[in-house]
């Protein structure tokens, strides 16, 4: 049932989305007691700049801040010649992207046209014409958001990849664990959340693997868990093989009884299965053992 409670248990709301406009917050009152000109330039950069990690948001905010200065410099080029020109519109925002290519500001293509449209259509808004003055003081702002949307990443609930690797780990045992029985009683099998929770527990170790050294510390037993993912999607294969022949005895998954060779089949790829899990399961046993 789609109630309201169900749909926000399912779409939880993400830290992502709360470092974000806790860094909106830091980036508003900080304009403010700068007394900055363009407080706006400084929110939406700060919005632009919050990435997954802490990694993430370095590199981006690195490009962003090359991007800035690309899109504001073309725009102010441009908007000195002709303000809001079709033409120059078009040409402008393919040379900054073409720079951005150029340099491989890769995630700084958005930001830079924003500030290049920014620069050309000034005059729609306030009135007036782009002066190298404003220019500056834009650039000025959206480096501050930048900035401060990296520091808030750094410092307000840092990710912990490598405890949320572990949890993943844990949910996934349970879930082939429970795979596994109902493969071993006939019934169907939930294919999709052991596949779910094998993307989420690689997903995890590459943005772990992404960040930078000194906020990885617990690589050894990452880099144990890493190790089983290769076995973890090799159980996945013969799960999904065994939904096959399940399914083929009827959508209702009801026990019947397979013919000869079908059951061969059957028992083949849920004993390598379990054999697998097996393997898995003494690794970690013996590691606990070892610590």
């Known amino acids: 049932m789609n109630s309201p409670t169900n749909i926000l248990k399912r779409h939880r709301m993400g830290l992502r989305i709360v470092k974000t406009g806790i860094a909106v917050t830091v980036c508003v009152a900080a304009s403010y007691a700068l007394r900055l000109d363009q407080p706006f330039f400084a929110v939406v950069a700060t919005v632009m700049s ?6 993430i948001s370095f590199r981006s905010g690195k490009n962003k801040v090359i991007g800035v200065i690309i899109g504001i410099a073309v725009g102010y080029g441009f908007a000195s010649i002709a303000p809001a020109n079709a033409g120059l ?5 393919i040379a900054t992207l073409y720079i951005c290519q150029l340099l491989r500001l890769s995630g700084a293509a958005t930001l830079s046209c924003f500030l290049f449209a920014s620069m050309m259509f000034l005059h729609s808004f306030g009135g007036h014409a782009v002066t190298w003055r404003f220019a500056f003081a834009s650039m000025v702002d959206s480096i501050i958001g930048i900035a401060i949307a ?7 609930m840092p990710p ?3 405890e949320e690797i572990k949890n993943i780990r844990d949910l996934l045992y349970e879930r082939l664990e429970e795979a596994l029985l109902n493969a071993r009683e006939h019934r169907l099998i939930d294919i999709d959340a052991v596949e779910s929770a094998i993307e989420r527990l690689t997903k995890n170790i590459a943005l772990y693997i992404s960040e930078i050294k000194v906020l990885r510390w617990n690589d050894k037993d990452v880099f144990a868990i890493s190790c089983k993912v290769s076995t973890y999607r090799m159980i996945l294969d013969e799960l999904k093989a065994v939904q096959v022949l399940i399914q083929a005895q009827g959508d209702t998954g009801a026990q019947t009884q397979p013919d000869e060779e079908r059951r061969t089949v059957y028992e083949y790829h849920c004993g390598r299965a379990c054999r697998l899990f097996a393997e898995i399961a003494a690794s970690e046993a013996a590691a606990e053992a070892a610590q």
């Open 150 to 156: 990296v520091l808030v990443n750094l410092v307000v």
């Open 160 to 162: 912990n990849y490598a």
């Open 50 to 55: 919050m990435g997954k990690s802490i990694d």
């Open 89 to 93: 519109c078009g040409v402008g925002i």
